[in-house]
């Protein structure tokens, strides 16, 4: 059974940081993409930021590029997203999901976690 599950999201003011961790289960970590994905109420999953299986490849959504890093330790099966410079526009639940393509479209990815909320106060 696969299982992912994320760590790390909280309350934090705006400008300050926060660091995302996810653990896979139940998979060969190094044969999935990872994508961290937010969902804010009323809004579509937007794509936040993707890594390859090596991490040779990373992709960022355009609001987070140069706040938000994404980052990968195959040998414990973990994907991190280190947020920083936090807005409130960044408030959301966060998603880690595994794929077989490092893709920006959710509906691409195989597995999900569960998600953990990230509050950003103005």
């Known amino acids: 059974q696969v299982q992912l599950v994320e760590s790390g999201g909280g309350l934090v003011q705006a400008g300050g940081s926060l660091r995302l961790s996810c653990v896979a289960s139940g998979l060969t970590f190094s044969n999935y993409a990872m994508g961290w994905f937010r969902q804010a109420p009323g809004q579509e999953r937007e794509c936040v930021a993707t890594?390859?299986?090596?991490?040779?490849?990373?992709y960022y959504g355009d609001s987070v590029k140069g706040r938000f890093t994404i980052s990968r330790e195959n040998g414990k099966n973990t994907v991190h997203l280190q947020m920083n410079s936090l807005k409130a526009e960044d408030t959301a639940v966060y998603y880690c999901a595994a794929g077989r393509l490092n893709a920006v479209i959710p509906t691409l990815y195989d597995y999900w976690g569960q998600g953990t909320q990230v509050t950003v106060s103005s």
């Open positions: 890594i390859s299986r090596i991490g040779g490849t990373i």
